[in-house]
T-cell receptor, first 112, second 113 residues
Framework: GENVEQHPSTLSVQEGDSAVIKCTYS??????FPWYKQELGKGPQLIID?????GEKKDQRIAVTLNKTAKHFSLHITETQPEDSAVYFC???????????FGKGTMLLVSP | ETGVTQSPTHLIKTRGQQVTLRCSSQ?????VSWYQQALGQGPQFIFQ???????GRGNFPPRFSGLQFPNYSSELNVNALELDDSALYLC????????????FGQGTRLTVV
């Protein structure tokens, strides 16, 4: 089955800096890669996703890149703000299959 | 907010008991998935329901079972609770099965003592 590795497990940045979180996946048939933000006491919130026919996608301060050959994808947050502090999860899904396979998460702390 | 609602938000049960968790999917979504999230871990897939039938199952024992109703709401039932079942249980709904956007509820925090 699919295996998703995520790093770093914790990331501390100063407000205004950029943050990058990286994930690798094992199943070359995976073709959908969402990113979720989870705040304390809440469920995961979908913040951006990318499909395998696209190399990069941006939404304001957030961007995701995908390298199918290397089987890795990354989340980039620019101009970080304290409210970006949360746990971020990457996930992968294979077309036609039910499950999202998640990484173990990255705790992002943005200091004012 | 996603429009996916779960109840109850918190629950404490004794080892060996049974529990039922509930989920109302987002309007227009006919697929519901359940995930277990242990402390400090990513969510783990339990199973998915599509049009009232189980459509995929993760590595969980048969004492984890579920239902989906005609209005696409869903239940997760866990029998013979064990201490390791303590976790956040998440429900996610999506418009169709397969790899489309999945939206999560706030979860039910289950504590087994």
């Amino acid at each position: 089955g699919e295996n998703v590795e995520q790093h770093p497990s914790t990331l501390s940045v100063q407000e205004g800096d950029s943050a990058v979180i990286k994930c690798t996946y094992s199943d070359s048939a995976s073709n959908y890669f969402p990113w979720y933000k989870q705040e304390l006491g809440k469920g995961p919130q979908l913040i951006i996703d990318i499909r395998s026919n696209v190399g990069e996608k941006k939404d304001q301060r957030i961007a995701v890149t995908l390298n199918k050959t290397a089987k890795h994808f990354s989340l980039h947050i620019t101009e970080t703000q304290p409210e970006d502090s949360a746990v971020y999860f990457c996930a992968a899904n294979r077309r036609g299959y039910s499950t999202l396979t998640f990484g173990k998460g990255t705790m992002l702390l943005v200091s004012p | 907010e996603t429009g996916v609602t779960q109840s109850p938000t918190h629950l404490i049960k004794t080892r060996g008991q049974q529990v039922t968790l509930r989920c109302s999917s987002q309007s227009g979504h006919n697929t519901v998935s359940w995930y277990q999230q242990a402390l400090g871990q990513g969510p783990q897939f339990i199973f998915q329901y599509y049009r009232e039938e189980e459509n995929g199952r993760g590595n969980f024992p048969p004492r984890f079972s579920g239902l989906q109703f005609p209005n696409y709401s869903s239940e997760l039932n866990v029998n013979a609770l064990e201490l390791d079942d303590s976790a956040l249980y998440l429900c996610a709904s999506s418009a169709i099965q397969g790899n489309t956007e999945a939206f999560f509820g706030q979860g039910t925090r289950l504590t087994v003592v």
